[in-house]
């Protein structure tokens, strides 16, 4: 049974770098007039409090938006810049209360011509998502598991296509299954843009999964990675980052502004970042 709630965690360090990415993801795939789905295999509840009970007990939000919310945008990096205009617009009013999740900031961003796919299988979640979009015919919501959605929307009819893989790694095969529903699903439609985050907890596990995606086949692929905290297998999440098959080829370059910049702010000049290219285009 599934536990995990990202209401608990919502707005931290994580989901303000993941945020960060799927924003200028989302953006690029702008560019071009054509239209495009948006695939969301773990989508969570879609909207968070910052002010209920969950959010209280963890105060996550104070690793991550919270040190954001008050900074002048003109010497953030761009890709930051957008991402808080989003958090603002969500938050009119000037006080930090509600957090988006990853299928309101699609929501958000996609245009009339554009459709988004989106799965959560915790029921509770789900009912909560299911509401948020029950007046828009565009997205389509499936309690189900996020990793056979994926493989039986590919590929899009659009043929393009961009694809968060959020797992909560509750489940230890996950690091298994993302990469083989990523490869399956990239066999179906190699073109496609697919973000996949995780959480650094454990190097060795980290090592392994960068290891399992350079020898997928699969070409093109980026790692960006932001630590809080030096590595250590004793102290639960201690960063995050995000693996990216087919990048928008802007991205490498702005997560080289975006991540020194994340870490002098959230990490307080502590912590670390990295980017690598794990497979050449
Ligand atoms: C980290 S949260 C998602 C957060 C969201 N993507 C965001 O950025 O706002 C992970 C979610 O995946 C759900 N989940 C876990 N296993 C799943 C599966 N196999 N298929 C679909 N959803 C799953 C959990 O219930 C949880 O709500």
């Known amino acids: 049974m599934l536990s995990y709630r990202h209401g608990f965690h919502a707005g931290n360090h994580a989901d303000v770098l993941k945020h960060c990415v799927l924003i200028s993801a989302l953006d690029y795939m702008q560019q071009k007039i054509t239209p495009f789905v948006y695939i969301d295999t773990h989508s969570g509840a879609g909207m968070y409090s910052l002010q209920d ?83 828009n015919k565009r997205f389509k919501t499936e309690q189900r598991d996020g990793f056979q959605g994926l493989n039986e ?53 980290i090592d392994q999964f960068e290891q399992d995606f350079i020898s997928s086949g699969m070409k093109n692929i980026l790692l960006a990675e932001l630590s809080l905290y030096p590595d250590t297998d004793h102290a639960g999440m201690t960063g995050s980052g995000l693996v990216v098959v087919n990048p928008p080829w802007t991205l490498a370059k702005s997560l080289e502004l975006t991540l020194p910049y994340l870490q002098e702010e959230l990490a307080e000049g502590k912590g670390d970042w990295r980017i690598r290219q794990l497979v050449a285009e």
């Open 53 to 135: 009970e969950w959010a209280e007990k963890t105060r996550e939000h104070e690793t991550g938006i919270t040190k954001l919310w008050q900074r002048s945008v003109s010497d953030m990096p761009l890709a930051v810049q957008a991402y808080l205009k989003k958090i603002h617009e969500l938050n009119p009013d000037g006080e930090l209360s509600q957090y988006p999740g990853s299928p309101w900031i699609a929501e958000s961003m996609l245009r009339r011509h554009d459709r988004a796919r989106l799965f959560e299988l915790h029921v509770n979640e789900y009912e909560n998502l299911h509401e948020l979009f029950a007046s």
């Open 153 to 205: 929307v590919m590929p899009p009819i659009e043929r393009r296509a961009v694809t968060l893989i959020d797992p909560s790694y509750e489940v230890k095969t996950d690091y298994q299954t993302v990469v083989q529903s990523v490869k399956a699903a990239h066999k179906k439609f190699n073109a496609g843009v697919f973000i996949i985050w995780y959480p650094v907890i454990n190097r060795k596990q």
